[in-house]
């Protein structure tokens, strides 16, 4: 098995393609007092018999070995093969060698752990040559304990490394599945935000539309009689009134995180005969065709048909002024349905302000349900043709 390196700037260890964390003081402590143990309790068991010259050189090998296994994981390899061949002349140097062994084993890259543990070997048949410590056991024995004690050391470090791993990559899975939550309702956010401002244009450029025009009529007009303005301000004050409560309905959504627009009655394909009745009681000729039976159109269906309707009477009402509008009707629940609004050109255009967005509003709307909107001019005539499933 062979790991990638990675070079990942001085002071920090790779571990199996990923960096291992800056060890605190309590963990360098706890690693340096378990090491200092280890190193006094062989140290203690073989200098008995040995001069105090011999005791101080230990010594001060042993504090060379702690030297670098502070550094060990910033050189890992150089640290593990300096102090392995200390551990050859003192047995102080055990501990720092163990430590340094199972540090850079948690990187389990199989060939430096190879030349280590083999150097290991050697060293440790070095030191039982050169300071023997029983003259009874055989020396295989001895060679088979040394060999026993670095195999624990780097398994025990390849296991410390694996489990680095693990943890990392359950942090990185824990902090990419937080992203995508917060992803997630940023674009829930957002989509709700477009379906408010949909809604609302949908809602209210009808009736403020309405209102304007007859505002104009009484504006221009000058041959109305008094029963025709209290009649055409009494129409302004209720289409003015209608407006307030669908602003309401709508701007509910935005005070109620359950969503309160989804919860009033919304407009469907039956209420489209009102809906025509309004325009024409606002001045509008509204010619209109249906062939749809009410009772089988689902609701979605039937909202997103009665919002182009709407928005076709609205666009005719701002930019064509006078004109006749014809609307028709027609599907089945294997076609789908079909729904026309096509009015002439060359009649004005009103004082009303638009911003353009209603039919890109209706052309996203018509998407989302599965189906396809396409509005133009037709020879003299503006045409919005508007396709969409029976089922969304």
């Known amino acids: 098995m062979t790991h990638s390196s990675v070079t990942h700037g001085p002071g920090v260890p790779e571990v199996q393609g990923r960096t291992a964390g800056p060890l605190g003081w309590r963990g360098n402590a706890w690693r340096l007092v378990l090491a200092l143990a280890f190193s006094l309790l062989s140290w203690l068991t073989a200098s008995a018999d040995r001069s105090a010259f011999d005791r101080v050189g230990d010594v001060a090998l042993g504090l060379v070995a702690f030297a670098l296994v502070a550094v060990r994981r910033r050189w890992p390899v150089a640290v593990a093969v300096g102090t392995t061949a200390l551990a050859a002349l003192t047995s102080l140097a055990a501990g720092p060698a163990i430590l340094a062994t199972v540090s850079l084993a948690t990187g389990r890259r199989w060939r430096p752990m190879l030349v280590v543990g083999a150097l290991a070997v050697v060293g440790g048949e070095v030191f039982t040559h050169l300071h023997p410590w029983s003259r009874t056991d055989p020396p295989w024995l001895v060679t088979v304990l040394n060999a026993a004690l670095i195999a624990a050391s780097m398994a025990w470090g390849m296991y410390v490394g694996s489990r680095r791993e693990l943890i990392w990559s359950l942090e990185c899975r824990a902090a990419a599945a ?40 009484l504006h221009y007009r000058t041959d109305i009689s008094c029963h025709e303005m209290r009649d055409t301000a009494g129409a302004i004050r209720e289409s003015a009134h209608l407006a307030l409560i669908d602003l309401r309905a709508v701007l509910g959504v935005l005070r109620d995180e359950a969503g309160e627009l989804e919860r009033l009655p919304q407009p469907a394909h039956g209420d489209l005969a009102d809906l025509i009745e309004e325009a024409r009681r606002s001045g509008m000729r509204v010619t209109w065709s249906d062939h749809i039976a009410d009772d089988a159109v689902p609701d979605g269906v039937g909202r997103t048909i009665y919002r182009i309707v709407q928005e076709g009477l609205t666009n005719a009402g701002k930019h064509a002024p006078g004109a006749d509008v014809e609307i028709e009707l027609a599907g089945t629940a294997e076609e789908g349905v079909t729904v026309v609004v096509r009015n002439a050109l060359g009649f004005g255009r009103s004082s009303t302000p638009g911003a353009g967005l209603g039919l890109v509003g209706l052309t996203e709307r018509a998407q989302l349900s599965g189906g396809r909107l396409e509005h133009g001019r037709e020879g003299r005539d503006f045409v919005v043709r508007t396709w969409v499933p029976w089922t969304p």
């Open 178 to 217: 937080e992203s995508e939550r917060d992803l997630r309702a940023a674009r829930s956010r957002l989509e709700e935000r477009a379906r408010i401002a949909r809604e609302m244009h949908d809602v209210l450029a009808h009736r403020i539309s309405h209102i304007a025009i007859r505002a104009g009529a």
